[in-house]
């Protein structure tokens, strides 16, 4: 039977010449060094780097398939499945239309999947996004490379994994939590895996994927345990009632379903984690291809699974109103109160490997950013090595470390925590939007390009659809007047959002334009090869007579 992804699309042979693979020993624990796969180069960066000088420096192409695979699950499934279905319960209104949202985030995802799948195997180099749209917008050279950097330095934070696993750590040792132990721990948090990722690469990606298999263990049991309230033969008195009736009470307001789709979007990223990461894995291309629609089919599952276990066990009511995460509420239910304080081993855990697997992935963007020459202080060249292991870019993940602390520390934390999960998304739509219209540019100027992978266009439009619903409808007025950050604006997010992609064009025209231009010099860019192997460029400055 053939692979269930290519029945949405065209997948066609590439010929593939084999090189023996890096003498580094592979971090994935389940596979032997092999080759890897060589493919035609599709254009260079905005720095000129090519595919080979990308790829260099650091552990080389390391993980394989079944790393790549719990890249993916581990990315994921972090907090968001375990607190926010009673959220998007209240946004929507019933559990009919909170269930379909969360299907709809599945279709959604699986269409970006695709449509990351199509420019990832075009272009397998670190950078995700970062890397598409700089092959569609290459003019002005730069910008989209200086707009993407602001959105993932000053949006990228993990800041939120840090303080759930905080908070449910203390919980789970009887402790009363303070604002100031909260965050102390969720300092504590992200310092230990700025130091884990940077100075033990090869445990990093040991301890990333032993949790991400945790995490799944934890869901099967939700989804297992689900299945046994449904057959009735639990002290839960009636399991179907959330399902008579579904689609009672339904919000007939566009602002609530768009602030709770971006809620339910926010629990499945991560499908495209491994986009990120490319010069690190082997076989790129074949990887990308097997890893992405089995990383978030597992998900997808689960996630849907486990949500009917969740309103099998507790009322409407009590998934609302009780105040506490609904994964909690459903050991209460099923297991009694000692289970319901395990589970916040569980969460505070599945939080941990959460923030593990973004920011092994967030350091390897913010070093691409520093390849292409990106001003920043200290100088490229730093941000872009590999110090001081040679192995690892721990300079890299300071730059993923300072505004995850600002973010922890930035109070008031009750709506700082809705706040940040909405500003997040936003700016991410936006840039969702261009890559789609960037995929169908692709198509139509560039036909003949090597594509080792082709989305069925009618799922690219079907995307693009729900990427503008979700630019427009944050700002039209909710059915309570005041959204779910009050007192701050419904609009507020959106608003915060925008303006930091609208920073980077400033960062950009300050760089390029006007500096330049005020004490009257030019860039001129040339490569350079650090001593880790990292090629990178670099600018000087040239005086214009």
Same mark, same amino acid.
């Given at each position: ?113 695709? +449509? ?101 263990? +934890? ?69 990308? @291809? ?25 009322? @409407? ?73 040679? @192995? ?52 139509? !100027? @560039? ?79 040339? !490569? ?14 040239? !005086?214009?007579?």
């Amino acid at each position: 039977m053939a692979p269930l992804w290519s029945w949405f699309a065209n997948t066609n042979d590439t010929t593939k010449e084999q090189v023996p693979a890096d003498d580094e020993p592979s971090q994935d624990s389940f596979e032997r060094p092999g080759t890897i796969e060589v493919v035609p180069a599709s254009g260079e960066s905005p720095g000129g780097l090519s595919l080979e000088e990308g790829a260099a420096g650091g552990q080389g192409r390391h993980l394989g398939v079944f790393s790549c695979t719990l890249l993916i699950v581990g990315r994921i499934i972090g907090t968001g499945i375990f607190s926010t279905p009673s959220s998007i319960l209240s946004g929507t209104g019933s559990v009919g239309a909170s269930l379909m949202l969360w299907v709809l985030g599945f279709l959604l995802s699986f269409c970006g999947l695709f +449509i990351w799948l199509e420019f990832g195997t075009m272009f397998p180099r670190s950078g995700g996004e970062k890397v598409y749209l700089e092959a569609v917008y290459t003019k002005p050279k730069y910008l989209v490379t200086i707009i993407f950097a602001m959105n993932a330095i000053l949006l990228g934070f993990t800041a939120n994994g840090c303080i759930v696993f905080a908070s449910n750590i203390l919980v789970a040792a009887g402790k009363t939590a303070t604002t100031w132990s909260e965050r102390g721990i969720a300092l504590g948090v992200i310092f230990f895996v700025t130091l884990l990722h940077g100075i033990t690469p090869r445990t990093g990606v040991y301890v990333m994927n032993f949790l991400t298999v945790f995490k799944i263990a +934890i869901l099967l049991l939700v989804v297992v345990s689900g299945w046994v309230v449904l057959s009735g033969k639990t002290s839960v008195e009636d399991p179907h009632a959330n399902f008579r009736d579904a689609f009672a009470g339904s919000s007939h307001s566009s602002n609530n379903y768009a602030t709770a789709m971006f809620k339910v979007l926010n629990s499945y990223a991560g499908w495209s984690n491994v986009n990120y990461v490319l010069n690190n894995v082997r076989n790129p291309v074949r990887t990308l @291809k097997i890893a992405g629609p089995l990383g978030l089919g597992i998900c997808s599952v689960l996630y849907i699974f486990a949500n009917l276990s969740y309103f099998a066990a507790a009322t @409407k009511t009590e998934i609302e109103y009780s105040g506490v995460t609904v994964a909690a509420l459903f050991f209460k239910n099923v297991f009694g109160t000692t289970a319901a304080r395990a589970l916040s081993v569980f969460v505070a855990l599945s939080a941990l490997g959460n923030v593990i697997t973004i920011t092994f992935s967030a350091s390897r963007v913010n070093q691409e950013l520093a390849k292409e020459g990106i001003p920043l202080p200290l100088g490229n060249k730093f941000w872009a090595s590999n110090w001081p292991t040679g @192995k690892s870019p721990l300079p890299g993940l300071i730059v993923h470390l300072i505004p995850s602390v600002i973010v922890i520390l930035a109070p008031p934390m009750a709506v700082a925590y809705p706040f940040i999960l909405d500003v997040e998304g936003y700016p991410n739509q936006i840039i969702n939007f261009f890559v789609v219209i960037g995929l169908f540019w692709m198509r139509w !100027k @560039k036909p003949d390009l090597h594509r080792p992978f082709k989305v069925w266009w009618p799922l690219a439009v079907f995307y693009l659809a729900a990427a503008v619903f979700l630019m427009i409808a944050p700002f039209l007025p909710p059915t309570n007047g005041v959204g779910d950050t009050p007192p701050l604006p419904y609009y507020l997010y959106c608003l915060v959002g925008i303006g930091v992609l609208l920073f980077g064009v400033l960062y950009w025209a300050g760089w390029r334009i006007i500096l330049p231009r005020v004490f009257g010099y030019e860039l001129v860019p040339r !490569k350079e090869t650090l001593d880790d192997g990292t090629v990178l460029t670099t600018f000087s400055s040239k !005086k214009v007579d």
